[in-house]
């Protein structure tokens, strides 16, 4: 099974921005779905952003989207996270995960229960 180790998080202020890198221990491309989760504390695991083979077959929150984006870097087995203005509402525990192909719209699917495979998260923290 494949393993995750995410890191990049951190403190910034609102509108700064940070970098998630999420380091898989075998090859992804075109075998599992990825994607970045995020828990705030008393909420729900929600689905950030998705992505299966390029960004044409992504994934975004309407909350993130214009500001967070998706990638992926095929040779070295990590996805990243670009999170851009960030928002107080954005803190919370963000965690990279994979799982086998569901596609729905031509991206993968953003619910966590379809994902079995995921890193132990990085803090990010947003303060106005």
């Known amino acids: 099974q494949v393993q995750l180790v995410d890191s990049g998080g951190g403190s910034v202020q609102t509108g700064g921005s940070l970098r998630l890198s999420c380091a898989a221990s075998?090859?992804?491309?075109?075998?599992?779905?990825m994607g970045w989760f995020r828990q705030a504390p008393g909420k729900e695991r929600e689905g950030v952003a998705t992505?299966?083979?390029?960004?044409?077959?992504?994934y975004y929150a309407d909350s993130v989207k214009g500001r967070f984006t998706i990638s992926r870097d095929n040779d070295k087995n990590t996805l990243y996270l670009q999170m851009n203005s960030l928002k107080p509402e954005d803190t919370g525990i963000y965690y990279c995960?994979?799982?086998?192909?569901?596609?729905?719209?031509?991206?993968?699917?953003?619910?966590?229960?379809?994902?079995?495979?995921w890193g132990q998260g990085t803090q990010v923290t947003v303060s106005s």
């Open positions: 992505i299966y083979t390029s960004a044409s077959s992504t």
């Open positions: 995960a994979a799982g086998p192909i569901a596609i729905s719209g031509g991206s993968c699917l953003p619910y966590p229960s379809t994902y079995p495979y």
């Open positions: 075998e090859y992804t491309y075109g075998t599992y779905c």
